[in-house]
């Protein structure tokens, strides 16, 4: 019973961040006729990723990642109660600049010097 629980809150939380996160849907004050709608293309406003992770401790981990902003946040749900927290968050900007972080050997700038 509390898995199903589990799977129906996690659900229903997938869902509940979809709709926060997601563009508000297409308010429409009154029907519009199809030869009355622009024919330009726009690109899709939609700059959203979400990759679902189940973590060995049996949570949850969701991680949501702004390619429009450069941003990531990684949410845990808790399983039992489907209680949502918050873990971190990230602006990728700065990180995305940096030219190598733990790297080996040759490094990029090593690697600079030694071509003719």
Same mark, same amino acid.
């Given at each position: 019973?509390?898995?199903?629980?589990?799977?129906?809150?996690?659900?229903?939380?997938?869902?509940?961040?979809?709709?926060?996160l997601s563009p508000p849907l297409?308010?429409m004050c009154g029907q519009t006729?199809?030869? /009355? $709608?622009? *024919? @330009?293309?726009?690109?899709?406003?939609? %700059? +959203?990723? !979400?990759?679902?992770?189940?973590?060995?401790? &049996?949570? /949850? $981990?969701? *991680? @949501?990642?702004?390619?429009?902003?450069? %941003? +990531?946040? !990684?949410?845990?749900?808790?399983?039992?109660? &489907?209680?949502?927290?918050?873990?971190?968050?990230?602006?990728?900007?700065?990180? +995305?600049?940096?030219?190598h972080f733990n790297g080996q050997?040759?490094?990029?700038?090593?690697?600079?010097?030694?071509?003719?």
């Open positions: 019973m509390n898995t199903w629980l589990g799977r129906i809150g996690f659900v229903v939380a997938i869902g509940g961040l979809f709709w926060l297409a308010t006729a199809y030869s /009355q $709608q622009e *024919t @330009v293309a726009r690109p899709l406003q939609n %700059s +959203l990723q !979400v990759q679902s992770t189940l973590l060995p401790s &049996g949570v /949850q $981990q969701l *991680t @949501v990642i702004d390619s429009q902003s450069k %941003s +990531l946040a !990684v949410y845990h749900i808790e399983p039992t109660t &489907g209680k949502i927290l918050l873990k971190s968050v990230r602006n990728l900007q700065w990180d +995305l600049q940096m030219e050997a040759p490094l990029p700038g090593e690697l600079r010097q030694v071509q003719p």
